[in-house]
């Protein structure tokens, strides 16, 4: 039996298993036989179902999914389920398990979590369910099994993440949609010289004019204004360091004449730059 020392040595080991951040447990293929079942039971690590064919039923905190082709479910750890295929068209499936210190934040990005724990796959080609084909052909390896299993198992849930996403996206206001890439487009680029408005309307997709009304719908700044109050904002940041110049700070944030940026800097901050940077010196 193991004493007090040997209990903590052994939960030691057990903690340093799970310090990876994705570990494969196991994964497989099953052509299920009339009301095969298993649990109600509980695992000690994710394990995601995918249903090629047929149907069945998961069961899982009180409810009831009835599941079918094209459908899958996940199983948290230490939460009991039961799963059983239907009596007349049973399912064909494939799972994976795995756990690791990302496993919950991924899942959960992909809006797959305890409380919802079913997707669908409705696209066309089907993507998902290559990559669980990929799956199974792996799982005859001798070699590699594991790394290529993992890499699938990256794909699967990057799949179902950016699923999620552009599901959020279809929710949201398209002019706040252009806001946001607008502005990620800005905080890339603003420290090229030659940025304009025009640029970043046709990378987003959208007419100049068009922009320009969403900015000053939702921020009361035209696109223009924005980008210029951004560099000062970065430039003020960069003040904090005594061992950049002012020449150094204006090509940093996309002004390549010191002259036109002091200008601009001064109108926005009401203070030359040189004196703006003294005093953070001083501080």
């Known amino acids: 039996m193991l004493n ?10 057990i903690n340093r298993l799970n310090l990876t951040d994705m570990d494969i447990y ?15 039971a509980v695992r000690d690590y994710f394990l995601v179902h995918y249903i090629y064919k047929g149907k069945g039923k998961f069961i899982v905190n009180n409810k009831t999914y009835y599941l079918s082709a094209g459908q899958g ?7 009991v389920t039961y799963y059983e295929a239907d ?6 499936y494939a799972w994976i398990g795995f756990n690791g210190l990302k496993a919950k934040t991924y899942l959960e990005q992909a809006n797959l979590t305890q409380d919802n724990p079913i997707f669908s796959t409705t696209e066309k080609e089907n993507s998902i369910k290559k990559i669980f084909d990929k799956m199974k052909v792996v799982n005859d390896l001798k070699k590699g099994k594991e790394l290529e299993l993992l890499g699938l198992l990256y794909l699967f ?11 959020n996206s279809d929710k949201e206001n398209p002019k706040e949609i252009y806001l946001k890439e607008a502005i990620k487009y800005i905080h890339k680029n603003y420290n090229r010289y030659n940025l304009t408005v025009s640029q970043i309307a046709e ?8 922009l320009w009304s969403i900015f000053k719908s939702y921020l009361n700044l035209s696109p223009q204004q924005f980008l210029i109050e951004f560099r000062i904002d970065k430039a003020c940041r960069l003040m904090k360091n005594k061992k950049l110049s002012i020449g150094d700070i204006s090509r940093s944030v996309g002004y390549q004449d010191p002259l036109t940026f002091s200008k601009i800097f001064k109108k926005i901050k009401g203070v030359a730059p040189s004196k703006y940077k003294k005093e953070t010196d001083n501080k």
Do not use: M
């Open 87 to 92: 009596s007349n068209d049973p399912w064909t």
């Open 203 to 210: 990378y987003i997709g959208v007419d100049r004019t068009y």
């Open 157 to 167: 849930l990057s799949k179902l993440i950016k699923d999620n996403d552009n599901l």
């Open 73 to 79: 479910f996940l199983i948290c750890p230490d939460i």
């Open 26 to 40: 196991v994964s497989g293929f099953q052509n299920c036989k009339t009301n095969h079942s298993f649990g109600p």
């Open 4 to 13: 007090n020392y040997g209990h903590q040595a052994l939960d030691i080991e």
